[in-house]
């Protein structure tokens, strides 16, 4: 049965992506269901995972569609939140705050296109996601890894939809960033900031990105400071050991929370 169920979700998520339609199926285990949704918006590939919760985490992916971060919250033993899994995103363009210039050579320059993403995101996609929910959400948190996890910090500056956000190995290397979030304010004081890094990030000769560490302990010591729970977790490794289950690390964190919201 999971071999037919795992076919038909691949056939209708073929037939997405041609025909920009929207596809539905229900997973069951044992007397869990969950539904799950896919769409298209502006070439992003969206997935609703519907818990029924009533805790919704919004993920940015460069690849993939939640169901390895849910499956590594399990392991955690972590009650699964409803998911919205983004990708196809533009990685320079869409998550980067700034124009910035490439940090690696052949590679493309930071854009600054993260405004431009950020009202997609709050104007087409969070609606219809939230449309096919059971239950209206009563928590909102936003996640990512990498400069998916510097757009989820920067995107508490620019809007307020948000109860929590979880910065991976969040890129906080990233020129001008850290003295921006020290000088502006956020929109609304979350429940909760989670940030965590691979205790081996910094440990590189790009002289940018070796002030990764530096900047996240400053960031949490910074959202500390102005009374803003935050949580700082360093984990072993370098930036792309386990970064499923980091996510759900860090997802797991500020659900923590949802109870006090």
Sequence with gaps: MGKKINAIKYDMYALKLRFNVICGIILQKGALKMKINIFTVDGKTVTVHDNNSGRLVLLNN??????????????LGCPSPDLIAVSGVNWEHDLSPFKAPAIRKNEPDFTGGAEEFLSLLINEILPQAEDMLSRKPVFKAIAGYSLAGLFALWSLYRCDNFDGAASISGS???EGFRAFAERENLMREPAVIYLSLGDKEAKTRHPLMRTVQENTEALAAHYNEIGVKTVFEMNEGNHFKEPELRTAKGIAAVLSTAGNV
């Design 62 to 75: 460069y690849d993939g569609d939640g169901s390895a971060e849910l499956a590594a919250l399990e392991k």
């Design 172 to 174: 906080l290397w990233f």
